[in-house]
């Protein structure tokens, strides 16, 4: 969910090379020329190096074209992809092992890497959603943020979650998670033909009702003693399936629905077959 150590150093040193070149040519904060010095300034001075950056965006064609840093090819390859930048206000909406989702402006859904730090490791996953004001850049074919959030203090409620769950779901069986700002690469996600609306069917409701239907089984009053068993394996399966469409990614909450599926069916077999596994 993050970068290398090794790409994370290469981001901030082309970072901090570009937000002084901004700096000196706005003059926004005195006497900063050196990177190592402008990473120890304080978070608002970075802040207002970092707004005019952004908003002036000709200056990372200006940076490029003038190399004052003598940097090789590749690395100016990498802040002239910055043009591509992405900023305004964004939720993120979970964390998965490749990378945190971004919810942006459209409903449009994004991958988004860490830095030094993985996103889990500086926002506990209890505070998501989080609505945070953000910059999304492209770094080496995946998509980072530029080292500065600004997360706002806002609690939502379980509709606003589900909201943004199901945005999330749909982006993801669709194959429309974001996980690159390269132009072309985005031309090509935006003009891919989308899947057929049966792939996309929303079996949740169905499942839901099937989970409280499946309650009411009940073993005993006469029945064969096999009933109990194969209706807690029914109950635990449904629950199964619940599970993996309303929360496809808890691989936790998954892991012990498939135990409780596989308890319930040691108890059917012993049931029917006996402990030594011969027919009762």
């Known amino acids: 969910m993050k970068l290398s ?81 992405i900023g305004g206000t964004f939720y993120i909406e979970r964390f998965l092992k490749k990378y945190a989702v971004f919810i942006g402006e459209k409903d449009v859904v994004y991958g988004v890497l860490g830095l030094w730090d993985s996103f889990d490791n500086m926002i506990h996953k209890s505070y998501l959603p989080l609505m945070v004001k953000a910059v999304l850049l492209p770094f080496n074919g995946q998509i980072v943020y530029d080292g500065l959030l600004q997360s706002k203090n806002i609690y939502f409620g379980g509709g606003v979650k589900r909201e943004l769950k199901q945005i999330y779901l749909a982006a993801k069986n669709a194959g429309q998670i974001v996980e690159s700002l390269d132009p072309v690469q985005r031309k090509a996600m935006a003009q891919a033909v989308p899947k057929s609306n049966k792939s996309k069917q929303d079996f949740a409701p169905l ?30 399966s449904l629950e199964l399936g619940q599970i993996a469409v309303n929360e496809p990614d808890n691989e936790e909450h998954l892991t012990k629905s498939v135990d409780k599926v596989e308890r319930a069916f040691r108890k059917v077999e012993s049931n029917l077959y006996g402990p030594r596994g011969w027919m009762l």
């Open 5 to 85: 150590d090794a790409d994370a150093a290469l981001f901030f040193e082309l970072m901090w090379s570009l937000q002084i070149y901004v700096n000196q040519q706005l003059k926004l904060v005195p006497h900063i020329e050196d990177p190592a010095i402008f990473e120890t300034r304080p978070t608002d001075e970075k802040m207002a190096v970092r707004e005019a950056l952004f908003e002036n965006p000709a200056l990372i064609d200006h940076f490029v074209a003038e190399n004052p840093q003598g940097f090789e090819p590749e690395k100016l390859q990498i802040v002239a992809s910055w043009q591509n930048f």
């Open 207 to 236: 499942l839901n009702d099937l989970v409280n239907q499946a309650k009411v089984l009940r073993g005993g009053n006469g029945q064969p003693p096999l009933n109990g068993p194969v209706y807690s394996l029914i109950k635990a």
